[in-house]
């Protein structure tokens, strides 16, 4: 799970180890029409419903997290966890309580803080969604599939906001570097390659090696997101490719996959993982080609790269 430098931790449990993990991939932004501060909104998760937010934001600026941005909570519904895994970060936010006010200064700049971080650390493309599932930023009610029965949340003023200072402003803080989130742990740089031809049998997995089968011996946390780049040569029309990062002992053994990419056809195609790698486990990727007539299809080309810090 990941928690955000700059946001108090108020843990909640025990949903934050009880409920399933989440591959990030939107920021959907709430008013809570209530006044409270992000200590006030932690108490309410935790004593009141068993709904929950991964942020609290208080009007003065006070910002707090509640679960890892890696593991579920449920204030968006349909966006929650999807079923391949994918899941929105959410933000309650302090308002009055008929969510008619604009976000404070205070709290329009920790939300764009916020927001550019979640983009470094996870790799949310710097969008507005487009549909309930695009991966990007949005409000609550920008689409049905996050509300149950509809919502008016966060209200005209706030969705006005939205478009024309805070997610502008999300766009121009995120290009800014992403600094280092303990300052006597250095950044690392992953960045290996192999041009060696492999031939993927179709329907079979196999193990890809860079420098070699271990792309992570942790503990490593990831920095922004990991690629896995994979060229494909000449391949069949309708060739499907699953990639697939997993963890397992130093021994390979007790693999733990994190559930499939799929990619199609012939060419260059990119696999985005974001968990860190816990103490005593190693990161591993393997490809599986699948293609209609039973070919195999020969990778002429991997790469992997990404930022961590070794702890």
């Known amino acids: 799970m990941a928690w955000y430098p700059n946001a108090t931790k108020y843990e909640l449990q025990p949903e934050s180890d009880s409920q399933p993990a989440i591959r990030p991939t939107q920021f959907i932004l709430h008013s809570i029409a209530a006044p409270w501060t992000a200590r006030r909104v932690y108490e309410y998760w935790?004593?009141?419903?068993?709904?929950?937010s991964h942020f609290g934001l208080g009007y003065a600026g006070d910002l707090g997290q509640y679960i890892g941005t890696e593991t579920r909570a449920d204030a968006n519904y349909q966006a929650n966890r999807r079923p391949d895994g994918t899941g929105a970060v959410s933000i309650e936010t302090a308002s009055n309580t008929n969510a008619t006010d604009r976000w404070t200064d205070e709290q329009v700049d920790r939300l764009i803080r916020l927001g550019a971080w979640l983009h470094h650390?996870?790799?949310?493309?710097?969008?507005?969604?487009?549909?309930h599932d695009d991966p990007g930023y949005g409000y609550h009610r920008l689409h049905e599939e996050w509300a149950v029965g509809g919502t008016i949340c966060p209200g005209n003023a706030r969705v006005t906001q939205f478009r024309e200072v805070v997610f502008p402003g999300i766009v121009a803080e995120a290009a800014n570097p992403s600094p280092p989130e303990e300052d006597d742990m250095p950044i690392a740089k992953l960045h290996e390659s192999n041009a060696f031809d492999v031939e993927l049998p179709s329907g079979s997995w196999v193990g890809l090696a860079f420098r070699d089968a271990v792309i992570h011996a942790g503990p490593r946390t990831l920095i922004g997101p990991l690629y896995v780049q994979l060229t494909i040569g000449d391949a069949p029309q309708g060739t499907r490719l699953d990639g697939r990062f997993y963890a397992t002992d130093p021994d390979g053994s007790s693999p733990s996959g994190y559930g499939d990419l799929t990619k199609w056809g012939a060419g260059t195609h990119q696999f985005l993982h974001n968990v860190d790698v816990p103490a005593g486990k190693h990161l591993r990727f393997e490809v599986c080609a699948t293609t209609p007539d039973g070919s195999p299809v020969t990778l002429i080309h991997r790469l992997v790269t990404g930022d961590y810090v070794a702890s």
């Open 121 to 131: 650390r996870h790799g949310i493309p710097l969008r507005i969604c487009r549909t």
């Open 46 to 52: 935790r004593d009141s419903t068993n709904l929950e």
